[in-house]
Structure formats: structure tokens, C-alpha cells
């Protein structure tokens, strides 16, 4: 299953009980159709770059927040169709990350890593490191 990351704006209430529920129904559609929700972080109450029109209310703050689950494109289709019709969402859009482990994982910086990179080359072969600028 692809990896896919969700920004979401929430519209902003006195207390954080509909955006808990929001976040928590997202959740469980994912969970209850087979995915995995890796992380989620809150981001907070922010203003928004600009005022935002969304079910005929206007917004200049938002609650943000970033969910990162495993799911197929199917759940992320029915995943989107809530959001777009839920009163609470400002606006939303998920990114898909990666489908292999190696897209998904960052690959690893060449200085300070000489020592893992000359284990692994064969025998008789040889790692020249990048020369300096000055």
C-alpha cells in the first residue's frame, strides 16, 4: 500500500472537541479498511494566508494538522469525497509519498558516511570522496 501524507485545515471551534472527532474519524476509515495510520501532528491554530470561503461561512483561522497513514487508492478516494463534504474542513490534500520502502525513505547524506560506503564496495574497487571547492 502507498504511503500518503494528509495536510488538513479545520475550521476553527471555542474547543478542540471537533477537531479531535475529525481527526479520529479519519482515522478509523482508514484503520477499518485494512490501512495503517503512521503519525499524526498538530500543527495549531494559524492564520490563514487569506480568507477562505467553505460552506457558504468565511475563515481567517484555521487548525492545522498533518496525518501520515498507508492506505489504497480506493479508501483515499472515499477518504477526499468526506473530507470535500464535511462542514468542519477548510481545505485538505493529500500527497502520495511513495509506494516502495526505498522512495519513501530518505537516502543517505555521502559526507560522513565513507566508512558504510567502503564496506560495501567489492574488493578492488575504490571511493574517491568529492573534492573541495577552495
Sequence with gaps: MPLYELFCVAACAPKSAPLQDLVRG???LILQNGGAVRGMQNWGRRALPQRARRHQ???TEG????LHFD?????LATLTARLRADPR????T???LGEKLDEITPKAELAGSYGLLE???PSGGTI???RSSQ
Excluded at 487548525?63 to 498533518?66: A, C, G, I, V, Y
Excluded at 492506505?71 to 479508501?75: A, I, L
Excluded at 474542513?89 to 485538505?92: A, F, L, T
Design 119 to 121: 564496506s560495501a564496495v
Design 71 to 75: 492506505t489504497n487508492p480506493r479508501v
Design 128 to 130: 574517491n570522496p568529492p
Design 26 to 28: 479519519t482515522s478509523s
Design 94 to 96: 493529500a500527497l502520495k
Design 63 to 66: 487548525d492545522h494538522f498533518l
Design 89 to 92: 474542513v477548510i481545505k485538505y
Design 57 to 59: 461561512l468565511w475563515h
